[in-house]
């Protein structure tokens, strides 16, 4: 992993073989993440988000990102992106130690192991921009998800009861966070 504050960048092979790059998100990255996004919502039912950005408005979170020294990764295969992760900085003083973590990957992108990798890469952006703590929330039924975040150290700080209601049911959204020491 190349480890500076301002470019961190992870390459390394899958498990089918795939060479993979983590790297800052840029501007002309919009157009494969605002296609993938789309695919995600009309196919699953584990990503907080209903409507697509169009391109520019997508140009521009990228851009308040960067500006606001957030963490958005693209997860790149073949110069083309299949994911992102993000970590969104509390924009009070008093909680710029936290950051809010979002993820998905696209369904071709999904079962290589990659989760993993956005994991450690995530964690080593944070200890670079000295975070105290890292929040994200989970579906109950996203079990995969859960199991890694506990892998890597995140623990539930509480959970929302019936909090979501898709595809004719109730799940409940279980809020977790990682500490640094």
């Not at 391109?55 to 992106?81: L, T």
């Not at 992102?84 to 809010?100: C, N, P, Q, V, Y």
Request: proline content about 1%.
């Amino acid at each position: 992993m190349n480890k500076t504050k301002e470019r961190l960048v992870m390459n390394f092979t899958a498990k089918d073989g795939t060479e993979v790059t983590l790297r800052p998100a840029v501007k002309d990255d919009a157009f494969d993440i605002i296609t993938n996004v789309q695919d995600i919502i009309q196919q699953g039912r584990y990503i907080q988000k209903e409507k697509v950005r169009t391109i520019e408005e997508e140009q521009s979170f990228i851009q308040e990102m960067i500006e606001k020294d957030n963490m958005y990764v693209a997860v790149d295969i073949g110069g083309h992106v299949v994911g992102i992760a993000r970590l969104i900085r509390g924009d009070l003083k008093m909680k710029r130690h936290t950051a809010l973590f979002r993820t998905w990957l696209s369904k071709d992108a999904q079962g290589k192991g990659l989760g993993k990798k956005i994991m450690e890469y995530t964690l080593e952006w944070g200890r670079i921009h000295q975070l105290h703590k890292i929040c994200l929330t989970v579906f109950a039924e996203n079990k995969v998800a859960k199991q890694l975040y506990e892998r890597y150290g995140f623990v539930t700080e509480g959970v929302q009861r019936e909090q979501i209601y898709i595809d004719g049911k109730y799940d409940d959204e279980i809020f977790m966070a990682y500490f640094y020491e």
